[in-house]
């Protein structure tokens, strides 16, 4: 049996200083957007969580939905012009 002890020098052999990259940073960044969406459709969700779904509350959740959907497709295709260059 091999003890834990003999691979903790490899598990901490990089240094971690707790902080995000600039690469994660720029990552996040570029999808704050649908971050944003997703969690205004958690919202929406949370509040229906203890009580029936109106009319008014199904227009939110759809609005929501789709809101989400047109990031997610305006995230994808961002990154169909970042890595052709730009070209359409």
Not at 20 to 33: R, T
Not at 42 to 56: Q, Y
Request: net charge negative.
């Amino acid at each position: 049996m091999m003890s834990i002890a003999a691979l903790q020098a490899v598990v901490t052999a990089t240094g971690f200083d707790g902080e995000p990259s600039d690469a994660e940073l720029d990552a996040i960044e570029w999808e704050m957007p649908l971050i944003l969406a997703e969690v205004d459709l958690l919202d929406v969700e949370i509040d229906l969580l203890d009580r029936p779904a109106t009319v008014l509350d199904e227009r939110r959740i759809r609005r929501a939905r789709n809101r989400v959907l047109v990031e997610r497709r305006d995230l994808t295709n961002r990154a169909g012009l970042a890595s052709t260059g730009g070209a359409a």
